[in-house]
């Protein structure tokens, strides 16, 4: 079987994934660019690393799976899959990917509560005490999306003394519970959600009905100095609304491992904000979440050579 990673990005998926496949019979290759349409000349398994998977490079080679390294499949042109016949399948967020990610989502909103950046500043300036962080202890955290990212991450922000509100499409009160949440709004009620919330995390996927959500109007139902956390998708949020929030000084700051073109250019406005903390989409990397997915992508290359049917067929 010949399994071609899209892209230049995320080095340790490919390496991870070789140690789970047949190494006499499967061969593994990464390109990117120019190169990868006759990379993909060969490929009978494509698997997007930030690359667009459109109809020109499903007609490029015997492709007979896209299988996504992760969740989201915005990426790929699913209608051209089905017209091609080509199976498309992903690994949803459960376990140590959603247990990663919740981590991550930790990381980012403690190092805004303290002020990491400047803590490290103070540091180096030689100056003690200073500055005076926030504690997470009695903030109110809004889950924006309840998905399994946002449970793991609620399981583990209850040990913190904050409080838990969620605002979700359909805020059942099973999942209320569930999430041991303090509160539940619908996306219709959002802003009374938002106008409690100390901190904001986007867990929600991507689609037509979210891109762009978190808006004008949604930055400003935020109270003043609230904190945002993006560890979903950069196109949730509109780029110039969170610049002018994050300017003005009506969000405290923003912690993002994810954004609106990938990778970020380095000279981006948003990176020179004091602000705001980036990480470069490694929300999810971690030697548990990467051998979680591994082996579920494993499986379906497995079940493609026998003729089965494969495991999270997304259309």
Request: some cysteine.
């Amino acid at each position: 079987m010949r399994i071609l990673f899209c892209g230049d990005t995320f080095p340790a998926a490919s390496q991870t994934l070789r140690k789970r496949l047949r190494p006499s019979e499967d061969e593994v290759t990464a390109a990117s660019g120019e190169e990868l349409k006759a990379a993909a000349s060969r490929a009978d398994v494509l698997i997007p690393l930030m690359s667009r998977i459109d109809a020109s490079l499903m007609d490029a080679g015997p492709v007979r799976l896209i299988q996504q390294w992760g969740a989201g499949i915005e990426g790929v042109d699913l209608a051209a899959a089905r017209e091609r016949g080509i199976q498309v399948a992903n690994v949803p967020a459960l376990g140590g990917n959603a247990d990663s990610v919740a981590e991550h989502a930790i990381l980012l909103i403690i190092a805004l509560l303290r002020e990491l950046p400047a803590a490290q500043e103070s540091v180096r300036a030689g100056r003690l005490g200073s500055p005076q962080g926030r504690t997470l202890a009695g903030r109110t955290v809004c889950l924006y999306g309840l998905g399994a990212i946002a449970k793991a991450l609620a399981r583990r922000l209850r040990p913190f003394d904050a409080r838990l509100v969620g605002i979700t499409r359909d805020p059942q009160a099973a999942k209320v519970e569930e999430l041991g949440l303090d509160a539940c709004f619908s996306v219709e009620q959002r802003a009374v959600g938002l106008a409690q919330s100390d901190v904001l995390v986007l867990c929600a996927s991507l689609s037509q009905d979210t891109h762009g959500m978190i808006d004008d109007g949604a930055l400003a139902a935020l109270p003043k100095g609230a904190y945002l956390i993006n560890i979903a998708r950069g196109p949730l949020i509109q780029y110039d609304a969170l610049y002018a929030a994050l300017k003005s000084g009506h969000l405290g700051g923003a912690g993002l491992d994810v954004f609106w073109q990938e990778p970020i250019a380095p000279d981006d406005p948003l990176l020179a904000l004091p602000n705001v903390i980036a990480t470069p989409h490694v929300a999810g990397v971690t030697d548990r979440s990467y051998e979680g997915i591994a082996e579920v992508v494993a499986a379906n290359i497995e079940r493609l050579r026998r003729g089965e049917p494969l495991l999270n067929v997304v259309r």
